[in-house]
């Protein structure tokens, strides 16, 4: 298998104006029937070539003639085509043994698609990629008892009884569109229905299809959905622009939802809520993937990709308004924190890894590796940097003219600039090196205050480390926000944007009368890595006076980040004392702000603390991280537990006041827990609990902390929930995520248990992607175990789901931190998949990368 480049595009041979697709859909043997209408469009490509993977073909005919055709590697070629012509394809697909959840598939009792990235051809013989669009009519038949609803894209045109029980629907999507964003579904669901008036006066019908006996769990994201509708329309303009819009959730489900034109199909785990079975961060999820799809309709869908390297032109910007959307909805400096951590403990591996690439990539084996978080959130960020440089209107200026210069279009990154640019008459030259450089940028701050002349004076030197695909790099355009507060806390502060665009360069800010601290990167206005030697007074200051939540959050991490590494060096009893003191003044103001609080209050993961050191020490670095709590725990008890009491919420709801409580309080369960008085707290806190949040507090205080009453209380949960696996998830993740010697035999019988299974991808992430992600003790044991582990069980996933199988193996290959004796047991590991000899192209990217 070979990369595809980005420098080798070519624009396509053919179009096609027009495809009618018929499916007569069975279990094992569905018939798909393709006609299309083609036109050749550059003369001097004779022979058309389509993609096709794992299709019998039935037949084919030209004009009306069956003809012959070759094999490539890839598909089929048909030579010497006429310029024009329609083009017949009979082919047989196999739905029910599709395990690889791309394709046609199925999911339960239900017929379902998923063709991004290149899953149609897996339907049918076609050109599978999204420069080529077409105006798309389907035909479902099925049979009507098993599958009353017949779903597809656009609207329904007619509908009728066909014989032996079976019954079929036509649609039309009037909208050409790429054939990613085709979809089907078949299969008997329940229905709730809602309507949506857009601005302009159009009657909108809103469908939601859920398993049957779901009902009640599916308020929730109808109503994120007209959230999102009515936002849309306010923030940017845009209205939906089909009769009707179609949710799907289905349990078999590769990721977390797909924008099909009018018809999105999303994982049931970020559609299905209630109190009793979603916690807050569920609700949180399902708003914010229901908007995300909802936003493609415009930013994907009408205006779309002309290949895929250039898939964040669709994701970036559909996250960047994901965001501003979650913003607008809960706490905008929360959802901002929550970014950051995304950030810093997967993107920023990610970029130190052997899979690093830009934004948009100029080399893939497999696309499905690349809808990683530096194409959807870095990709976001680069968005949200635009945002800082050009305003909130000049940004809306640029999106309207995006928008209704590319309507219809497939079109590329640098035509997303190019928009913005001339929108706003500026040169965003240097800026567009974000998308072709991959790396984190490391500022180096040199500052220092004059007294005499008050003067502060800012040095700032940008250098981007090389990456595995890169070794030169240049200098990016970097909007750096700070915030200049005096230490005393008397007086006023100040905030600037600051526009680093030279490798170095120097700032000066007048008038500084009194010794000031200074916040940099405030908002996190760039995804990068400061270098700045602060002082803890400083830093004391920031989380005292400055006005940006998101800096006084970071000033606290990195304050207590000191700490923790200090403590791993020394490998010393003795724990640094401002963490103590600065924990005692966050305690004592809890109440005032309890969501940014908890934030702080939360010591940065292993994860985030990982990323800011080229070698680390597993052991010392877990070691220090629980001394740090343990002290603070104990040291506050009394603290924890009043304010645990006072936090506890009358009858649940999810609504932003006591979604920062509860959120405060599982945060003093998880110190209360380390502290030996705490049994009863906890118990009496499991029993009360009338929501999923504090529920699963319990679980995971008691679980961090390995106490006996976890595997009582994991008793009661799974009895109570054995029937509901998405509730199961949770149970299976907690118990996948602790860390204690017996683990991997715990895994084991995760594995064994009845409400497993390989075949669905939730399972298998919230089993073996915990432990991966998660278990850093665990995975990480010194004698290599873990990664023997999950290496045997990605030889067996990659033959059923390599797109799955390709996600686990990310904690293993980003190696590069870890100590020599764990490096080699990885590599060795890492051998033994590549000489497997039938690996999937997505993971035989990854190692080979990786070796
Ligand atoms: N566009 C889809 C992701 C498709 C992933 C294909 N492997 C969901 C989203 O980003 O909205
Ligand atoms: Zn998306």
Redo the contacts with the bound molecule.
Sequence with gaps: SRAMKLADYQAPGFSVSDIYLEFDLQDEQTRVTAISQVQRVDSAIRDLELDGKKLILEGLWINGTQTEVSLTEQGIRLTEVPDQFELRIETLIDPVNNHALEGLYKSGGAFCTQCEAQGFRRITYFLDRPDVMARYRVKVIADKQDCPYLLANGNLIDSGDAEQGRHWALWEDPFPKPCYLFALVAGDFDKLEDQFTTHSGRQVELQLFVDKGNVSRGQHALDSLKKAMAWDEQKYGLEYDLDIYMIVAVDFFNMGAM?NKGLNIFNSKYVLADAASATDQDYFNIESVIA??YF?NWT?NRVTCRDWFQLSL??GL??FRDQQFSADMASAAIVRINQVRVMREHQFAEDSGPMAHPIRPAEVMEMNNFYSVTV?DKGAEVIRMLHTLLGEQGFRKGMDCYISRHDGQAVTCDDFVQAMEDANQRDLSLFRGWYSQSGTPVISVDCEWDESTQQLRLDLTQKTPPTADQAEKQPLHIPVAIEVVPVSGQGEGRSEVLSLTGQQQRFTFENISAEPAVALLTGFSAPVKVDYQSTPGHQLAVILYASDPVARWDACQQLVSDAIFTIAQNDARTVPDFPIELFAGLLEQAQTEPALIAEMLELPSFETLAQQRDRIDVDALLGARKQLKTLLAEKFSAQWQRLFIQLSNPQYDYQQQQVERRRLSGVCLSYLACTEASLDILRQAYKHSDNMTDTLAVLKACQAENLPLFDELMQDFEQRWHDDPLVMDKWFALHAGRQHPGCLSTLQLLMSHGRYSINNPNRVRSVMGTFAFYNTEGFHRRDGSGYRFLTDYLLELDAVNPQVAARLITPMIQYAKLDENRQQKIRLQLLRLFEHKSLSRDLYEKVQKAL
């Design positions: 924008e995300h799809e493609h994907g669709k994701e559909t996250v959807y």
